[in-house]
């Protein structure tokens, strides 16, 4: 248990859905992150939030919007998927900034059909 | 742009050899680097990490790793491997782009220890 919690663990939906993922950290930590692991694939950073404020879109296309209401939440919505975007999607959170170990929660595994 | 390479994409070993994984990186300033582990079915979590002094770094379970800044390397090791080792290794670096620093993680080492 790393105190970083992700809501689904797994997923299914069609191309035409809209559905979100949840991310929760109650580790006091000011930083969150959304990453993409794909087989075969570096892990991808998607977007960075530093104390609420989005900081960092790593050119993620619009059918992925992050949402982050407080320091401690953050949500990655996801609309018109394509079965390319069939991926583990990540969250992790640490205090200030990358520069620091991050936490890492176990995932969403998402099927887009 | 930050980059991390890592060599091997599998190793196959068995329990008791040693162990040595490559990670090279590319960026031009000062940087922070890290190794994490994935067991199977399990989440992502910290090796070790190095952010100055010493450029030799312990981790947990016997994992250590050598920071060579000449060669902008940060291989991992471990003396004697078990069976509980098989996992995927990442290792990860940060910089400082402008005014946020971000994680970049190479694509990773697959590790299968057989007994």
């Known amino acids: 248990e790393t105190g970083v919690t992700q809501t689904p663990r797994h997923l299914v939906m069609g191309m035409t859905n809209k559905k979100s993922l949840k991310c929760e950290q109650h580790?006091?930590?000011?930083?969150m992150y959304w990453y993409k692991q794909s087989a075969k694939k570096p892990l991808e950073l998607m977007f960075v939030?530093?104390?609420?404020?989005?900081?960092e879109n790593n050119s993620v296309p619009s059918r992925f919007s992050p949402e982050c209401p407080n320091s401690s939440h953050l949500f990655l919505h996801l609309h018109t998927l394509q079965p390319e975007d069939s991926a583990l999607y990540l969250c992790?959170?640490?205090?200030?900034?990358?520069?620091?170990?991050?936490?890492f929660g176990q995932g969403t595994r998402l099927t887009v059909v | 742009a930050q980059s991390v390479s890592q060599h091997n994409h599998h190793v196959i070993l068995s329990e008791a050899a040693s162990l040595e994984l490559g990670c090279n990186y590319s960026?031009?300033?000062?940087?922070?680097l890290f190794w994490y582990v994935q067991y199977p079915g399990q989440h992502l979590q910290l090796l070790l990490k190095?952010?100055?002094?010493?450029?030799l770094v312990k981790g947990i379970k016997g994992f250590e790793a050598e920071f060579i800044k000449s060669k902008f390397s940060f291989n991992l090791r471990k003396p004697s491997v078990q069976w509980s080792d098989t996992a995927e290794y990442f290792c990860?670096?940060?910089?400082?782009?402008?005014?946020?620093?971000?994680?970049?993680f190479g694509t990773g080492t697959r590790l299968q220890v057989t007994l």
């Open positions: 580790l006091g930590h000011n930083a």
């Open positions: 990860a670096v940060t910089g400082y782009t402008g005014t946020a620093s971000k994680l970049t």
């Open positions: 960026y031009g300033g000062t940087v922070n």
């Open positions: 939030y530093n104390f609420k404020e989005q900081t």
């Open positions: 992790a959170s640490s205090i200030r900034g990358a520069e620091t170990e991050a936490f």
């Open positions: 190095y952010f100055s002094g010493d450029p």
